[in-house]
């Protein structure tokens, strides 16, 4: 069920909050200074030396690293909670259907209508049902922070690119002049 997220790493109460995290941590990686020196990713000025270009790449690797270890916890998170949204949603069923088994046996001398019935079921299963819905609600929150970290990986995977592809040139520019 909902609770089986507990079992891993982060504790239930703190998946919402701790995914949104590395979410930020994420966008601020790819997209801000992110705690370096050096400050944020910025292109380099054409003419540029080899050396700086190397330098540029090494701190977008560092940065690359760590998005995608982000992006590899916030998968398996939004997985454990596409699991939990499947169990709870399971379990919000069946007590439903026990709800409804239940009602029609013990108001045998009483005559109730279907939607009485269906009332009186869809109170009895109250928790599960709340309980789906948060799952629900949980799913919704790990797929958007996974699509923010996914977001940061392919900019830094570009940037990477383009950087490795000026280094490259620059090279062959080189081994022209000899």
């Known amino acids: 069920m909902i609770h089986e997220l507990s079992q891993y790493d982060v504790p239930f109460d703190k998946v919402e909050t701790t995914v949104m995290e590395w979410a930020n941590e994420a966008i601020d990686l790819a997209h801000h200074e992110a705690g370096d020196p050096d400050g944020r990713l910025e292109p380099l000025p054409p003419g540029s030396s080899v050396y700086e270009m190397q330098t540029l790449l090494y701190r977008i690797q560092v940065r690359a690293s760590r998005v995608s270890e982000l992006q590899m916890k916030s998968a398996q998170l939004k997985a454990r909670a596409v699991k939990a949204k499947k169990g709870a949603a399971f ?5 439903f259907d026990e709800a409804m088994r239940n009602n029609q046996n013990r108001r045998v001398d ?4 279907k939607d009485e019935r269906v009332s009186d079921a869809s109170l009895d299963s109250f928790e599960q049902k709340r309980l789906a819905f948060q799952a629900e609600k949980l799913v919704d929150t790990t797929e958007l922070a996974h699509s923010l970290v996914n977001n940061a990986h392919w900019f830094l ?3 990477r690119r383009d950087v490795r592809a000026s280094i490259q040139a620059l090279q062959f520019e080189a081994s022209l002049g000899n």
Request: charged share 15%; net charge neutral.
């Open 91 to 95: 379990a919000a069923t069946r007590a």
């Open 110 to 113: 009483v005559w109730t209508s």
């Open 157 to 159: 995977e570009g940037l």
